[in-house]
């Protein structure tokens, strides 16, 4: 170790504060706008992730003031992944939360640098091994209180918190790039799509259909008009093994794309098997989340061919050529539409929509012009938007193989200071 003054210590040794935050029902509790109400999905590494945030009324606010949370506290997660953590940012005034371990750090203790050891492989293995509980094992204030942690002095931890957030800063930056280039896409959609207001829209009457007035020379087409092949992964799931290829389901997905990291392997016999029966992508289909709690979570154009095969839990729409890959993903990720493909789900235990119901989906077919006009638009924010998650992805990589070494000693931070 090549940290000078390193120790053994407990955290409840240095921390000012280690407690729970609400457990029980909530969902009568939330209100429209309040006090932020974090949960385990708002919390990623290193990241407070504030999609799908809740509020709370300040009232009952006030009736939770044990579980409450202020900028340089750590929230770490309990359940579902427990033992992610990430700091609160100076952002929020206070904010609640449910079912988090919440940590107050002392003035020896860079919270920054706590994160960091929770999201370490070390972390992770250290909360695995402290779980409680028989029908849903979680990582309890008890087991944070006394979880042994090696620490440097304070001014090592503030020089391994600044290398490791410079990091942060660099993926939060493409991260608020991507949601910026996102929302252009969605206005120049419905601008053209919704509002139609596309180039040369005034001299283009407009003509009755099924889907109301639309522009002449454009027409209303079922998806199973506008594809070549609607269909989805395996309704099987091969044995798993610890070296082979990935099978992706929807767990797997994201707002862009696959995370091959994430996916189970299967043997390559088994791989081979399912591409002969049509469960790999192809290069510009558009894949959408059809089955379970994420369906029509995620649509997305397939990037290029990957070495990777789907469960049924995702549908593979192949585009023909009368309608553009990118604005047929375009079309179902509208809000208007999605509302819509709900009509179609079935199942209450595990709510789906089926590929027959898929295929009867009718949509606005532009014209080919106003395609493509469109699409040298819009194909330029989808590339850079493919580009900055490349960057982001490569960013977490390097700062998860510069973690377990900067906290180990391997990396002398003294030596770099100076």
């Known amino acids: 170790m090549a940290s000078k003054g390193l120790r053994k210590v407990k955290l409840k040794e240095v ?38 945030i809740k509020f709370i009324p300040p009232d009952f606010h006030e009736k939770l003031r044990k579980s409450a949370l202020h900028p340089g506290d750590v929230a770490v997660v309990r359940t579902g992944y427990p033992g992610t953590a990430c700091v609160i940012p100076s952002t929020f005034n206070e904010l609640n939360c449910a079912d988090l371990v919440v940590i107050t750090p002392s003035k020896e203790l860079s919270p920054y640098y706590l994160a960091a050891i929770f999201n370490s492989a070390w972390g992770v293995a250290s909360v695995a091994g402290n ?114 290829l990935p099978m992706a389901s929807s767990k797997d997905m994201h707002d862009w794309g696959l995370n091959l990291e994430t996916a189970r392997l299967i043997s390559p016999e088994d791989f081979a098997d399912l591409v002969r029966n049509d469960c790999k992508p192809k290069r510009n289909d558009v894949l959408i989340t059809k089955d379970g709690a994420n369906y029509l979570k995620y649509i997305f154009v397939t990037r290029a ?11 593979m729409l192949r585009p023909n050529a009368r309608i553009n890959p990118h604005l047929l993903a375009a079309i179902l990720k509208e809000p208007e539409n999605k509302g819509r493909l709900k009509n179609y789900v079935t199942g209450a235990a595990i709510p789906r929509v089926i590929l027959k119901d898929f295929k009867r989906f009718e949509l606005l077919l532009p014209s080919k012009e106003v395609q493509m006009a469109w699409a ?29 070494r900067l906290l180990s000693g391997q990396i002398d931070v003294e030596a770099l200071a100076s």
């Open 376 to 404: 040298v638009i819009a194909e330029p924010m989808t590339e850079q938007i493919w580009r900055l998650i490349d960057k982001t992805q490569n960013l977490r990589r390097t700062r998860d193989l510069l973690l377990p």
């Open 15 to 52: 921390c000012d504060r280690i407690t729970v935050g609400h457990v029980g029902p909530m969902a009568d509790k939330y209100t429209a706008e309040g006090v932020p109400f974090l949960r385990s999905q708002n919390i990623s590494a290193f990241r407070l992730n504030l999609d799908d």
């Open 305 to 315: 061919e990957q070495e990777v095969v789907l469960l049924s839990s995702v549908a």
């Open 131 to 244: 779980l409680v509980g028989v029908a849903q094992q979680h990582f309890n204030i008890g087991a944070a209180r006394e979880l042994e942690v090696l620490l440097p002095p304070r001014p090592a931890q503030d020089r391994i918190a600044g290398i490791l957030s410079a990091y942060d800063e660099l993926i939060e930056n493409s991260q608020r790039r991507i949601r910026i280039l996102e929302s252009m896409a969605r206005a120049l959609y419905r601008e053209w799509f919704v509002h139609f207001r596309f180039p040369g829209h005034e001299s283009v009457p407009r003509v009755p259909s099924p889907l109301g007035e639309i522009p002449k020379g454009w027409e209303v087409a079922s998806i199973d008009d506008v594809c070549a092949r609607v269909t989805d992964g395996a309704h099987f799931s091969p044995t798993s093994v610890d070296d082979g």
